[in-house]
């Protein structure tokens, strides 16, 4: 159906594709893998007209086209889901879905709403989502963003629908619906490009799989002739252990978190839990169950009405930088908005958190905070052709790595990771749980967020598993497996011993 030629793109101080090239079939599912910064979501940003390419061709059939327009791409039929959600957060479910495309009223420059309402609670019956179509998007969870997001792209009925780590955002329920829904689509004729980090996805869904690295095609391969270790090798160039073996703590240190009885202005309520020094403990739940909320409630950045948080022993309270100065860190469930500073350098944001400690007489020094910025860069792997790239320029997963390289340097004492994996490619993902594991040897504390069960099951000490707001259960090393955290998430202990 469609076919990129040779695609080759240039930023400043990076080549970012070099001699790209894709076959796109009708009714495939066409699986487009690689480590962060290997180029897949700038060649789609090729194909859908957002970034124009330096070199090559994009060819209809083996007929030159132009794809440089947002309408051009609409009319050929592209639609695209990005990492990095697109929609107006002020705008209702119902305008965003139809950004662009409005049905036109009787009049001229007339927006028809009830039509435009009416299709839209369509569209979102077609997914089983339970939304109001006039609901401002900004009151949406992170889940149901996406949700409206892959609404949007379904809703234009298009011949090729991209899609970017649509389920990073997903619960296993949300997922299986996308899942059925891009079946659905397969089965139409429409060529769906899916790019994921998750191989059982690929596996699942896949009919050919592309791999990129360095921004440049590694190979293509029909799904029967690939393994799981032929993809990641050929993704990372290395042999990568995806087991995250751990030492497990037989006997952590003192108590360093201590939360008794939380309520917030976000919901949370009666929400009690501990981290000790040197243990890495799991906060598990479905999504909207209060994870996210009981991170920001411990930070400060949302609102405490009653209970206590202590921090070795004494009394933490105030707002993220009286959190920051006694030393908790909080890598942000949204890196975009709440993790990074996009218009500035990474040496910037590496530096940022910890400006006191580094410049303690108050007088910035440039060279020091670009020796530490290096420094971090290379501890990292953080991909950037320089400290003074600006961050909004790096790929998801390396600006994931920027926000905790900015906390590495704090010397934060506990650590709060929310979903610090979301969007990480296997070997990045591989490294990050290594960083923690090095974090809690040296007798920090971690609580880690995770809609991922296995990576709760396998990386976490224990856990805390969160039900409507509240702590349903705790496990222990011994309790914990994928089976007793979703019985607790979904309350199924309740629901037997009631009937």
Not at 384 to 406: A, D, F, M
């Amino acid at each position: 159906m469609l076919e990129l030629k040779s695609i080759g793109k240039s930023f400043p101080g990076v080549q970012a594709l070099k001699d790209v090239s894709l076959e796109i079939y009708p009714g495939e599912v066409h699986m487009l893998l690689g480590e962060n910064g290997a180029g897949k979501s700038t060649l789609m940003k090729v194909l859908c007209g957002a970034y124009r390419a330096d070199k090559g061709q994009i060819l209809e059939r083996g007929r030159a086209i132009d794809l440089q327009s947002a309408s051009a791409v609409r009319s050929f039929g592209v639609a695209v889901i990005f990492q990095e959600f697109s929609l107006v957060p002020y705008l209702s479910i119902a305008q965003n879905i139809f950004l662009g495309r409005e049905p036109a009223g009787w009049f001229p420059g007339v927006v028809d709403t009830s039509r435009m309402r009416r299709e839209a609670a369509e569209v979102l019956r077609e997914l089983e989502l339970d939304l109001d179509p006039d609901a401002p998007v900004h009151t949406l969870s992170l889940a149901q963003q996406q949700m409206v997001e892959i609404a949007k792209a379904t809703s234009q009925k298009a011949r090729v629908l991209v899609m970017d780590e649509p389920t990073a955002a997903l619960s296993e329920r949300e997922t299986a619906r996308l899942f059925a829904l891009i079946r659905q689509l397969r089965a139409a004729g429409v060529a769906i490009i899916y790019i994921s980090h998750r191989m059982a996805e690929v596996f699942e869904l896949g009919d050919r799989v592309t791999v990129l690295r360095d921004g440049s095609r590694v190979s293509s391969v029909l799904r029967g002739e690939a393994t799981p270790d032929m993809l990641v090798q050929m993704m990372v160039g290395r042999t990568v252990d995806m087991t995250y073996p751990r030492n497990f703590a037989n006997q952590p240190g003192a108590v360093l978190l201590k939360v008794e009885r939380l309520a917030a202005a976000n919901g949370v309520a009666d929400v009690s839990l501990e981290v000790r020094a040197g243990e890495i403990v799991g906060l598990a739940g479905l999504a909207g169950s209060g994870r996210t909320e009981v991170a920001r409630a411990i930070f400060g950045a949302d609102r405490v009405l009653s209970g206590t948080i202590q921090l070795n022993g004494r009394l933490l309270f105030g707002g993220p930088e009286q959190a920051r100065s006694a030393g908790v860190a909080l890598i942000p469930e949204s890196r975009k908005t709440q993790g990074v500073a996009l218009a500035r350098s990474v040496s910037d944001n590496l530096n940022v958190a910890s400006l006191g400690k580094t410049f303690p007489s108050g007088i910035y020094r440039p060279n020091l905070a670009r020796e530490i910025a290096q420094q971090l860069i290379g501890r990292l792997r953080i991909a950037t052709p320089s400290p003074e790239q600006i961050v909004k320029l790096l790929s998801g997963g390396n600006q994931q790595k920027v926000v905790i390289g900015k906390w590495l340097q704090a010397d934060a004492k506990l650590f709060i990771f929310d979903e610090p994996t979301r969007g990480v490619d296997v070997g990045a993902k591989s490294e990050i749980f290594a960083l923690l594991d090095q974090l809690v040897a040296a007798g920090k504390g971690v609580l880690m967020i995770s809609s991922e069960l296995p990576e709760i099951v396998h990386v976490c000490d224990r856990a805390y598993v969160m039900r409507e707001r509240r702590v349903a259960g705790h496990l222990t090393r011994a309790e914990l497996n994928e089976q007793s955290v979703m019985r607790l998430a979904i309350g199924a202990g309740a629901m037997e011993a009631v009937q």
